[in-house]
């Protein structure tokens, strides 16, 4: 019995011995695991907070980024206000351009007009060519109006005023033609023979010559110096025979004698 209750205390202390064996396996696996998962949660946290710093960092890039392209958008609103207003004022400065070139343009003529009341004229009388001041065709032409219109006495103060000023003029010998004419027709005879011989010195082959010879007779007729009258008419002839002044000394000669 007491082999047997031995037998019995041992089988029980070898159970016993087995459960506490058991649980303290089961302890440390569980044991292991707890850290395992622990671990596995601290990596899992750490995870978390890398992507965490990571998600961090993005947004602050993002946020940058936004920034950064808020700046690059309010940049383009800015320069197209910029090329809107140089587009205003490019337009501004055409049509100021266009402006300033149509007052230069009619400045431009005003002063070609100014310039061409001064600008030598070429002229063409009794068949001669040649060159006259605007001011100094407008008297000649005003003068000789007024001996056409038979006003002799005004039309010679005018002439000999003209010959004044225009010593040197191209209209010179008609200027002194006209002039002698205009004395003539105020019984001037003296002052009329003076400027016909002047025009015969200063152009002796004038288209007027001729004319000028066949009035210096006609005053020398008025005078009574028949003597003088033919020599005159008889040069008149010898120098000029074609000319139809000729073939009216030829008659008048006629009854000179």
Avoid at 121 to 144: C, H, M, Y
Wanted: aromatic share 8%; net charge positive; proline share 3%.
């Amino acid at each position: 019995m007491k082999r047997i209750a031995r037998c019995c205390l041992v089988l029980s202390l070898w159970s016993c011995l087995g459960v506490s064996q058991a649980a303290l396996f089961e302890d440390d696996e569980a044991r292991r695991a707890i850290l395992e998962l622990r671990q596995s949660q601290r990596a899992l946290q750490e995870r978390l907070d890398r992507q965490g710093q990571e998600v961090k960092a993005l947004s602050e890039d993002n946020g940058q980024l936004r920034r950064a392209l808020l700046d690059f958008q309010a940049q383009i609103e800015a320069l197209r206000a910029e090329l809107s207003g140089m587009r205003g004022d490019k337009e501004v400065l055409l049509k100021d351009l266009a402006d300033t070139q149509r007052r230069l343009k009619d400045q431009a003529q005003v002063v070609e007009e100014r310039f061409r009341k001064f600008e030598p004229l070429t002229v063409s009388l009794d068949g001669i060519e040649f060159q006259a001041d605007p001011a100094e065709k407008r008297e000649f032409d005003n003068a000789l109006a007024v001996f056409r219109r038979g006003e002799f006495t005004p039309a010679a103060n005018a002439f000999a005023d003209f010959i004044r000023r225009y010593p040197q003029s191209g209209y010179l010998p008609q200027s002194l033609f006209w002039l002698g004419n205009a004395q003539y027709a105020t019984r001037e005879y003296k002052l009329a023979i003076t400027n016909f011989r002047s025009l015969l010195s200063v152009a002796a082959q004038h288209p007027r010559a001729a004319e000028a010879l066949l009035s210096i007779a006609n005053c020398q007729v008025e005078l009574k110096d028949t003597k003088a009258a033919r020599k005159t008419l008889e040069d008149l002839v010898k120098d000029f025979p074609q000319s139809e002044a000729a073939a009216a000394a030829k008659e008048r000669l006629s009854r000179l004698k």
